[in-house]
Structures are given as structure tokens and as C-alpha cells.
């Protein structure tokens, strides 16, 4: 997998290079560098953690692979492109030699199976293509949801479904953008644009009304407030059942609201 992997970053590199533009505007050398992103966290992801064995060198692997997603979702330079996939093709050789030599890697666990909705599938699918990080934050959440057995705690839950949204605005709405806005303003004890002045940025650039952005925005209010609320929540021995069930439904409510602002950022099931 790592070997195909590589043969798509060669690939890109090449189209790349062929480009006489000093921007990458081409439609398709961006859906090869997000396809190529989208193998590498779906596909390749588990054995390069398997062989790096060192969660740094993962998480800046990583951030490396998320980048290239970044940059296909704008008219960024041919130069950054070209820097990035080179340090990218130089990884992804190390990894390809490497899977000559390391230990054959145990079987898989096997995996108790979900039952998606419609429309968690259809976010899934979307995220998955796009975002592969926001679609293991947001799958995490549904499996945690589904299986609760032995949970006495949802804080991890909230936080995986809000680090979806999170990563999804900051893909579609880069804080060098947002804060370009004649409105925008830095909000108190904020180090950036919030998740509110994204989805205002993200509904604005595709002309949606005043009412229709505010709706989106408040939904994010909910969402943090209710995310908040989880992560403060304290509980004692004798009241611990109530509260995870306390809990589990606050995260059900506000998974309601996320839903429907990442159907609205995403553009899912609307006219083209």
C-alpha cells in the first residue's frame, strides 16, 4: 500500500512540475493531491505507525499529509507544492525501504460493526474524501456513542465530534482568510478566528443570506456551549449512572447541531 502510495506522489510531483503557471490552479493535479492525502490516512496510515513506532515522527508525518490537503483546497504556489511533496516523497521512500525489514505486523483485531444513518454515512463519505483526520474524529465519536457498556465518561466523546468540526472550518476557511474580512474581529482570550467567524466566512463566500448564516452560527454556540458543559461536568459515586446518562445525551444534542452545520459548510445535498 505504501508502494502505490509512492507511485502517486511521483506522479504528482511530475504533473506538478509540468505546470508552467506560478500558482496550481489545475482541477486535477488538486483531486490527485487530496486522493493521494485521502490513501494515505485511509489506507496507509496504520502500517506507517507500525514502523516509525514514534508518535512525534507519526504526528509530523501527518501534518505533512493534512498540508497537502490544505493546499488543494486553494490556488497556492507551485513552489509550496513542490517543497512539500518533496519532503513527503523523501518520507514515503524511507517508509516503502523500511517495509522491507520490519516485523510482519499482528492480525487485526476484529471490528464490531456500526450501524451508520443515512446521513452519517453520507458525512463519513464526504469527510473521508476530504478531511480523512475529521472523519476518524467523527467516527471515533458515533463508535463511542454505540458502545457505552462500559463508559463513565463523554468527555472524550464531545471533544472527538467538536476536533471534526474544527479541522473540517479550518481546511474550508484558513485563518489567513478569515481575518482579511472588513468583520472580522479577534475575540477576547482567542489567538485566531473562531469556529462562528469560519462558518461566517465559509456561508458568506458562497452568498448565503444574513438568516441563513446566523442559523449556521448559532449552532456553533450550542456546540461549544454544550461541549463545555460536558468537559466541566462533575459527578459523585452515588449519582454516577445519572450523570453518564446526563452526559451521553448532552453529546447525542449536540452531535444534532453538528450535523447540520457540517451539511451546511460541506454543501451535501445541495444544488451545485
Same mark, same amino acid.
Given at each position: ?24 490552479? /489545475?482541477?486535477?493535479?488538486?483531486? +490527485? ?25 507519526? +504526528? ?60 452519517? *454515512? ?53 485563518? *489567513? ?41 448559532? /449552532? ?20 454516577? /449512572? ?31
Amino acid at each position: 500500500m505504501i508502494a502505490d502510495l509512492l507511485d502517486q506522489l511521483k506522479g504528482l510531483a511530475s504533473d506538478i512540475r509540468k505546470g508552467k503557471a506560478v500558482n496550481v490552479n /489545475s482541477k486535477s493535479i488538486k483531486e +490527485a493531491a487530496v486522493a493521494a492525502g485521502s490513501h494515505y490516512f485511509k489506507e496507509c496510515r496504520a502500517e506507517a505507525l507500525q514502523i516509525l513506532n514514534d508518535g512525534q515522527a507519526l +504526528a509530523d508525518l501527518d501534518e505533512d499529509w493534512q498540508r497537502l490537503i490544505r493546499l488543494a483546497h486553494g490556488n497556492n504556489s507551485k513552489k509550496s507544492y513542490l517543497s512539500l511533496v518533496k519532503s513527503l516523497l523523501k518520507k514515503t521512500t524511507d517508509l516503502t525501504v523500511a517495509t522491507h525489514v520490519y516485523l510482519t505486523p499482528p492480525a487485526p483485531s476484529r471490528a464490531t460493526k456500526i450501524g451508520y444513518s443515512q446521513a452519517e *454515512e453520507i458525512l463519513l463519505a464526504t469527510l473521508d474524501s476530504l478531511i480523512p483526520t475529521a472523519a476518524q474524529s467523527y467516527r471515533q465519536g458515533l463508535h463511542d456513542l454505540s458502545f457505552q457498556d462500559n463508559r463513565f465518561s463523554y468527555r472524550g466523546t464531545a471533544s472527538e465530534f467538536r476536533e471534526a468540526l474544527r479541522e473540517t472550518l479550518d481546511i474550508l476557511a484558513p485563518d *489567513e482568510d478569515v481575518t482579511k474580512q472588513t468583520w472580522f474581529k479577534q475575540e477576547p482570550n482567542c489567538h485566531g478566528p473562531t469556529m462562528k467567524q469560519k462558518v461566517r466566512f465559509i456561508l458568506a463566500s458562497r452568498g448565503k443570506n444574513r438568516t441563513q448564516r446566523l442559523a449556521a452560527e448559532k /449552532s456553533v454556540d450550542v456546540i461549544e456551549s454544550l461541549c463545555g458543559e460536558v468537559a466541566r461536568a462533575v459527578y459523585d459515586r452515588a449519582s454516577l /449512572s445519572t450523570h453518564v446518562q446526563t452526559t451521553k445525551n448532552e453529546v447525542i444534542q449536540m452531535k444534532r447541531y453538528l450535523d447540520a452545520v457540517l451539511f451546511d459548510v460541506l454543501e451535501i445535498g445541495q444544488a451545485q
